[in-house]
């Protein structure tokens, strides 16, 4: 038997403003449409930006639904609106944060879920090149990854399709 190690480092920011300007924007922009969410049963409202290589900027709301789980999270729709906005133009970045309606608070980054995260991935290892990750609340410290594969260390691709 033998042991393997899986681990990633990220980067830790103390607020929007000790950001590089332009992840900077792209959290604020995603910060700002997080609050045009339709979550009227979690009242957790996330959005999504994506910097696209093109310079535009794309972005996507979580949508719920009463016939749970039918509904969509904000990186998924921002992915979709992307890729039939701009078919083939790669994703940089991509800024996701979120707020809790019930609280009205969000202080600390969240991760996106394993659905997203395999979605994001998807479009990584499509476009082949890294999709850096800007996590942050409302407000609070801010995380960023390099690349989406550092999220999902042990993914699942096409490959093993074929």
Not at 85 to 100: K, R, W
């Amino acid at each position: 038997m033998k042991k393997e190690n899986a681990s990633f480092e990220y980067e830790v920011f103390d607020s929007v403003d000790s950001l590089p300007a332009a992840d900077g924007l792209l959290l604020e922009k995603a910060r700002a449409v997080a609050r045009k969410a339709y979550a009227p049963y979690s009242n957790f409202f996330v959005g999504a930006a994506l910097l696209l290589q093109n310079g535009q900027t794309v972005t996507g709301t979580n949508q719920e639904n009463a016939a749970s789980p039918a509904g969509l999270c904000a990186e998924r729709v921002a992915l979709s609106a992307g890729a039939s906005l701009y078919p083939g133009v790669p994703i940089l970045t991509i800024a996701i944060s979120y707020f809790n309606n019930k609280t009205n608070t969000s202080l600390s980054p969240l991760s996106p879920c394993g659905i997203c995260r395999q979605s994001l991935l998807e479009y990584e290892l499509r476009q082949q090149q890294p999709i850096r990750v800007v996590l942050g609340g409302m407000e609070g410290e801010i995380w960023v990854i390099n690349e989406v594969k550092m999220l999902l260390p042990l993914f699942f691709s096409g490959t093993a399709l074929m």
